[in-house]
DNA sequence: TCTGGGGTCCTAGGACCC
DNA sequence: TCTGGGGTCCTAGGACCC
């Protein structure tokens, strides 16, 4: 923990990223409207139901369009909104690019997700003595040389910095510290501060709580007796006060890997829905064994048609990494769980992990581990030089379903983290 | 042909041990 | 037959984030 006092932290978001993303490489590539300045959305595909909006341009949030819906909703809304597919390897590609170019200014940098980074310039007075010029500079190369817009929020802590960033888009900057919180901060709605959600936003409401002031000011103790640590947490938001560190994101303090997925049609089959496990299984597998790590829980998950959500995780007593133990695992686990129901979402994830140097095993399976671990090496390999698809499994030909599931990144990095 | 996918953390209950 | 309490581990489910 540090003293707050003399830090700089800065939070950058990105602009409706997905769509901000998509708009500067369609003007990269010769097309002449850019899809910020009319009523656009990044939105799936309703066909193999993945159909809900993922992004929106400002003029499209004018027709309240919001993040989330169905296309469908939205184009009740507004039918002439302009929909465009999700590239999601061009978004890892800009959210390098925009890392590369932030490192040019500081090695501290946090990646939050995908489209927003913590910077900590504390004990850097000597390389940049004014923070707002600084970040006049940073947003204004970005938006030359890549194209896009970002907001950036500047205060002493995580929290404030970005709340800060929220408060003036696009293509600005702005202050928000703590002398400038009874202003700038506590007149906002409540559920703009971080971790005020759908499920606490009622709650909040019930206590007469409307504004972040109106929380910060509550008594604590009441709101610890209705909200438990959670409300003490957000209680101190609502006050400024959090002092975590910037820390930068590595497959070290990744928790867990998961992958899941809509299948475009019901599977109401075992054989079909081991497929979908298996499929699932080869990318958490690749992707664990990318970050050198092993795991020993394994959780399988699904969604039947009727939208009714269920999971059984197990704890495995080793440490694997081998794609053919978590799938085997994931099979048990989702024939506990199955009563028949047709399901459209299955998703498979791994956690307690560990680095791979020392991965234990049991002893009587020494031999067939190295025998798995041999097979995931070559075929990693060949993923790796030749593409995902240059080897899949017998088992998927002609089944309609693809034989790697999910997105498959070239870099591993921590996506998200629900603490800042 | 309405409803995605990737994460983290917290809580509560039951099993089990001393 | 009745009576405890504390601690840890495991699992299920929910909340939040982008």
Known sequence: MKNNANRVIFHIDVNSAYLSWAASDRLQHGETLDIREIPSAVGGDPVSRHGIILAKSIPAKKFKIQTGETLYAALQKCPDLFIVSPQYDL????????????????????????DECFLDFTGME????????????????IKKELGFTVSIGISNNKLLAKVASDIKKPD????????????????????????????????????????????????????????????????????????????????????????????????????????????????????????????????????????????????????????????????????????????????????????NDFCQVTLFEEKDNAKNSAIDKVVDSIRMKFGSKAIIRGTFLNSGIKPLMGGVEEDDYQIMTSIL
């Open 91 to 114: 978004y890892m590609r800009c959210s390098n690019a925009l890392v590369s170019l932030l490192k040019e200014y500081t090695p501290d940098i946090q990646r939050f997700s995908v």
């Open 126 to 141: 000597n390389l940049y003595q004014d923070y707002l010029k600084l970040a006049y500079e940073i947003k204004d190369r």
């Open 172 to 355: 600005a900057f702005i202050t928000l510290f703590p002398h400038e919180i009874k202003d700038k901060m506590w007149p906002l709605p409540v559920e703009d501060l971080f971790m005020v959600g759908r499920a606490t936003l009622p709650k909040l409401h019930n206590l007469n709580i409307f504004t972040i002031g109106d929380l910060a000011n509550y008594d604590l103790k009441l709101l610890k007796g209705k909200l438990k640590s959670h409300g003490v947490m957000i209680w101190n938001y609502a006050n400024g006060i959090e002092n975590s560190e910037v820390r930068k994101s590595n497959h070290i303090n990744m928790k867990g890997i998961g992958n899941s997925t809509t299948i475009p049609f019901d599977v109401d089959n075992r054989e079909e829905a081991h497929k979908v496990i298996l499929s699932l299984c080869e990318t958490v597998g690749m992707r664990l064994r990318n970050s050198q790590n092993c795991c020993s829980l394994v959780e399988v998950h699904f969604r039947t048609n009727e939208f009714y959500n269920c999971g059984r995780q197990r704890k495995i007593y080793y440490y694997t990494d081998s794609t053919k133990k978590i799938s085997e695992t994931a099979y048990e686990l989702f024939d506990e769980l199955w009563n028949g129901e047709p399901l459209r979402h299955i998703g498979v994830r791994v956690s307690e992990l560990c680095t």
